[in-house]
C-alpha cells in the first residue's frame, strides 16, 4: 500500500517578518521598549479596534496581503473591509511601509490607489487563496465577514495595490 507524504509546508510569520525590518534599520521604532509589531498593534488599538486580540489578527492579515501584493504584481487582488485596517495601519505608518516596500517589493514604492465605489465580485475569497498559496496562514474569519464586499483597489496607478 503506497502512503502520501505530505510536503512540509512552511507558514510565514508576519510577526517575525514586521520585526526583521527593524534589524534593517533599528531608527524604525522610536518607541522605547518595544518592537514594530507591538509599536503596530498599540497603533490600532489607539485608533480603531478595541480588542488585543482582534487588533494582532487584523494586523497579521494586513501584512499578509501587502506582502502577497508585492510579490504579485499585476495579480488582481482586493481586500475586505476589516483586513484593509490592518494594510492602512501598516501604510500610515510610512517608515515601516517604506520598509517593506524595500524588502518585497525591489525598493519600489507600491502605491495604494483606491477606487470610490466598492466591488462585489467574489475578489475578497480569492484574495484569501492567494495569500494563503503564497506561504500565509489565513484568519478565514476576518476575510469571510466582509467577503461580498471588497475594499476597492485598483491599477489605476503603476505598481499599484
Not at 506582502?67 to 476589516?82: C, K
Not at 525598493?107 to 465605489?117: C, D, F, S, T
Not at 475569497?125 to 489565513?138: C, D, K, L, Q
Request: glycine share 6%; proline share 5%.
Amino acid at each position: 500500500m503506497a502512503t502520501a507524504v505530505e510536503a512540509s509546508v512552511r507558514i510565514r510569520d508576519t510577526r517575525a517578518i514586521l520585526n526583521a525590518l527593524q534589524e534593517r534599520d533599528p531608527l524604525l521604532v522610536p518607541d522605547k521598549g518595544m518592537d514594530i509589531w507591538e509599536r503596530e498593534v498599540r497603533l490600532l488599538l489607539r485608533d480603531s479596534v478595541a480588542v488585543r486580540s482582534l487588533a494582532e489578527r487584523i494586523l497579521d492579515q494586513g501584512i499578509a496581503y501587502l506582502i502577497t501584493a508585492m510579490e504579485n504584481p499585476g495579480v488582481d487582488m482586493g481586500p475586505g473591509y476589516t483586513v484593509d485596517i490592518g494594510i492602512h495601519q501598516i501604510i500610515l505608518d510610512t517608515p515601516v511601509y517604506f520598509a517593506l516596500c524595500d524588502m518585497y517589493n525591489g525598493g519600489r514604492y507600491k502605491h495604494h490607489a483606491p477606487l470610490v465605489k466598492r466591488r462585489r465580485d467574489g475578489i475578497v475569497m480569492r484574495t484569501a487563496e492567494i495569500i494563503r498559496s503564497n506561504g500565509f496562514e489565513i484568519d478565514r474569519e476576518l476575510w469571510e465577514v466582509d467577503a461580498s464586499d471588497c475594499g476597492p483597489c485598483d491599477e489605476k496607478v503603476p505598481d499599484s495595490h
